[in-house]
């Protein structure tokens, strides 16, 4: 059983920037593809970006070029680096951690970008 807590989010102004954290404990956190996914109000949740254990990324055509996914296996931490946000952004922040059919989520974290 993995566990994950997200960190990082807060109120920010278009523009700026945040970097969301993902700690995991509970297994081998170096085999698991790690992706973010956000949620915002009245829609459905969305991949915004992806991991490999081989630390191949993927993106969200709306995020490319402004998102980074990055991970550090010795600290067992995935983070999403956000620059340039745009008030588009705002959603609840999801880490999910994935591997064949073994699947787990954090439990969001709040990002809004307002003036």
């Known amino acids: 059983q993995v566990q994950l807590v997200e960190s990082g989010g807060g109120l920010v102004q278009p523009g700026g920037s945040l970097r969301l954290s993902c700690a995991a404990s509970?297994?081998?956190?170096?085999?698991?593809?790690m992706r973010w996914y956000r949620q915002a109000p009245g829609k459905q949740r969305e991949l915004v970006a992806v991991?490999?254990?081989?630390?191949?990324?993927n993106y969200a055509d709306s995020v490319k070029g402004r998102f980074t996914i990055s991970r550090d296996n010795a600290k067992n931490t995935v983070y999403l680096q956000m620059n340039s946000l745009k008030p588009e952004d705002t959603a609840v922040y999801y880490c999910?951690?994935?591997?064949?059919?073994?699947?787990?989520w954090g439990q969001g974290t709040q990002v809004t970008v307002s003036s």
């Open positions: 509970g297994g081998i956190f170096s085999i698991y593809t």
């Open positions: 991991i490999t254990s081989g630390s191949t990324t």
């Open positions: 999910n951690a994935v591997r064949l059919k073994f699947e787990y």
